[in-house]
């Protein structure tokens, strides 16, 4: 009698297995994934454990990146075509750890600090276009919520703004309708998105990271130009001592909850509508 009604329970569980394990995003496995980033390093400091499990777990994730990146330098001898080469390899590098190969990730070539100058139109557009080309199965870009706005410097806002107002403007093919007629892409609604750099307040969905947290900060330090003293005197590699204190840093600010390294998001599964 008892076998049979652990044999009972366990087939009425599977279905809420099943189904409660296709929702958690660090359990999909075989999906798109689309990330959009204001700059070559956001990813990484925002996502970059979730998107190590997104790759371990065979899904497709391909990274769009809004700008260059290449003017966040106090180097005196450096200039913005150096800086958008440097930028631009150690995000492949970077990411590469995390798993994710190079074809898939994309640079949109907006100038560093400029986001908000770009002809909005065109911006738009274009994150329309990926969005219905790519037709993800999750998105991930940086929150667009209330609190964060008031913030956020320039290119994250507009990044966040504009990838939410792409979402929208993809649904409907009126919008941009040249995208379908001359360019067969159909339109297309995001199911899932998870917005990375949440408010402390609008948090509501946390990716236990544990098992990559180390291979997050060996990721983010490969951004060697973002931190000094590369950022202040390029170099391209790293004395050991500065090093260990970056990636201590990095340790300390990752958030944690419950005991264990996490990364917070604001899960929505729509724009809003109002
Ligand atoms: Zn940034």
Redesign the pocket.
Known sequence: MKIVLLWLFALLSLPILVFGQAQRLEQMQNKTILVF???P??DVFGAGGTIALLNRNHNKVYIFIYTN?DKGSYDPDMNSQRLARIRRAEEEVSEGLLGTPKENIQWMGYDDGMLEYAPQPKLTEEATAIIRRIRPDVLLSVDPGEWYERWH?S??RMAAFNTIDAVRAAEFWLYFPNQKLQQGLQPYKVPEMYFFYPSPQEANYFVNIDSVAELKVDAGTKQVSQFEPAVNKYRSDWEAADLEKAKKEMRDEQPRKDGHYVEAFRYATGFVQY
């Open positions: 980033t204001p700059h390093d956001d990146d410097k290119d994250h």
